[in-house]
């Protein structure tokens, strides 16, 4: 509640969510914005965040035969124009260069707002039998889209990302590699950010331009707006079509390759902020945390505490941890605060007393649960408390999810569920783009998935009455 705030710099959410989360960004110095309009600065803090994100993925990514690759940031408005769904999809974001030094290009050039049409460029000059595939590339990289409203990490004119693509015999496999990713998605936000997800398929249209099929990890904020996580998309031959990536087959005759990607940003540390962060701050995964334990001495001026404390993160090092001690001097109330601020997972306090009684204090930011902890069983006690603030966290995000999300018959009822309660809003739909529409103009919702995990909700669709085809979930999202 706002009377227990501790940090007072930070608006309370319950205030003013926007500025609760922008406050968080700055004063947990995640970011700072950048001299250009719309781009911002990752500070140490923030990108640290971002590199146990890439590191966790990344070694994922590679237990699947993933490669990593490094395309240019430049690409021709020819070659970006020979697919031209995804030219018109992404045209009114595109940045331009249109000089080298002082001299005019021949050719404008894109900064890439993706990168499907560097790899297809790629594959048509390297890939040439069946015998090659499949190719299976990642790269991280930042991209660049001219968004006209930016908010940190949400959505920024450049951003930081992973682009993963691929090119498989068949298109079963092709198929096969977009379900894995996008489980290898969900997993991630589940098993390392404590953020329960919905996995669906997106409408036609909210799909990638130029996919066949888009499919997507929705995960539901504090403030019970929706957040697309992270997206897998099926491209079928469409690509290597427009592009004439071809390969000899196993009948010896020539073939086009069916293509996939996938991509997750820094867009996940929004979501990290707005699904765990409280009025002290930010509340970190243990998994991503920069420091996942700050050892904090008490009545540090005292003979032995601050070697004590020294020793401690020592020994916690040694086990494998992320480990600060902080000896500032600056008050013991200021340290707590600050940590909170910048959602340090766990606390842990050695002064005079604690040495004489061979035990330490631990202190989960996730509840603030407060453990006396003998000094003999320090690790293990600290792998412990962290496993506590994982499953805790998740447990909360998981409780907020599942209590909102509602079922309706009508968009006058949808709406009427949405402006009291937020969330995700379930309804049965025909499958026709003018309900999608009327959805979106009467009840102030877009399309967020149709659930894998299909349900029944009755025989015809919410928006016009006739017949259903799918169960889908509405909301209103970033």
């Known amino acids: 509640m706002a009377k227990d705030k501790r940090v007072e710099q930070i608006t309370d959410m319950e205030v003013d969510f926007a500025q609760w989360y922008t406050d968080i ?8 914005y950048a001299s ?64 080298g030094g002082s001299e005019e290009l021949e050719e404008r050039l894109a900064f890439r707002p993706t990168s499907e049409t560097m790899f297809c460029d790629h594959w048509s000059r390297v890939l040439h039998s069946y015998r090659e595939l499949p190719m299976l590339y990642n790269q991280w990289c930042s991209v660049i889209r001219w968004e006209k409203t930016t908010r940190p990490f949400l ?20 198929m096969a590699e977009t379900e894995q990713q996008l489980n290898c998605y969900a997993d991630f936000f589940e098993k390392v950010l404590a953020i329960p997800v919905v996995r669906g398929r997106k409408t036609d249209k909210e799909k ?3 996919a066949e099929a888009t499919y997507t990890v929705e995960c539901l904020m504090k403030d019970h707006k929706a957040l697309q996580g992270a997206t897998s998309h099926y491209f079928g031959d469409k690509f290597s079509r427009a ?25 996940m540390i929004g979501a990290v902020i707005m699904a765990h962060g409280d009025n002290n701050g930010l509340v970190l995964p243990p998994a991503v945390a920069p420091i996942q334990v700050v050892v904090l001495p008490v009545a540090q001026h005292k003979p032995g505490v601050l070697e ?17 001690v902080d000896d500032s001097d600056n008050s013991m109330g200021w340290k707590c605060a600050q940590y909170e601020m910048k959602g340090v997972p766990l ?16 202190v989960r930011r996730s509840d603030g649960e407060k453990t006396a902890v003998a000094l003999a069983d320090l690790e293990s006690a600290a792998q412990e408390q962290l496993r506590l603030v994982y499953e805790g966290m998740y ?65 015809v669709c919410a928006c016009c009455g006739r017949p259903a085809k799918h169960m889908i979930y509405w909301g209103v999202a970033y």
């Open 347 to 362: 606390r842990v306090e050695i002064g005079p007393r604690d040495i004489e009684n061979g035990q330490c204090v631990m």
């Open 25 to 32: 960004c700055r004063k947990a110095e995640l970011v700072e």
């Open 36 to 99: 250009v309009k719309g781009f911002t600065i990752l500070r140490p803090y923030g990108y640290a965040i971002w590199e146990n994100m890439q590191r966790i993925m990344d070694a994922e990514f590679k237990k699947t035969g993933h490669e990593n690759v490094a395309m240019p940031v430049l690409i021709p408005e020819s070659l970006l124009k020979k697919e031209g769904e995804l030219v018109n999809g992404f045209a009114p974001e595109v940045a331009w260069v249109t000089h």
């Open 155 to 174: 959505r920024s004119r450049e951003f930081w990302w992973q682009e993963g693509h691929t090119i498989h015999e068949t298109a079963e496999e092709a």
């Open 308 to 324: 004590a404390a020294n020793a401690l993160r020592d020994r916690l090092l040694a086990a494998g941890l992320r480990v600060k």
């Open 243 to 267: 592009y004439d990536v071809t390969f000899t087959g196993r009948d010896n005759t020539l073939q086009y390759p069916f293509q996939t990607s996938w991509g997750s940003t820094t867009r």
């Open 208 to 210: 990638f331009a130029g």
């Open 395 to 459: 447990a909360k995000a998981k409780k907020n999810l599942d209590e909102h999300i509602f079922a309706a018959s009508s968009i006058e009822e949808a709406k009427a569920l949405q402006e009291e309660h937020g969330g995700f809003i379930k309804t049965m739909w025909c499958g026709e783009l003018q309900c999608e529409l009327d959805m979106k103009e009467k009840a102030g919702m877009s399309s967020r998935c149709m659930p894998l995990e299909q349900e029944s909700l009755g025989e």
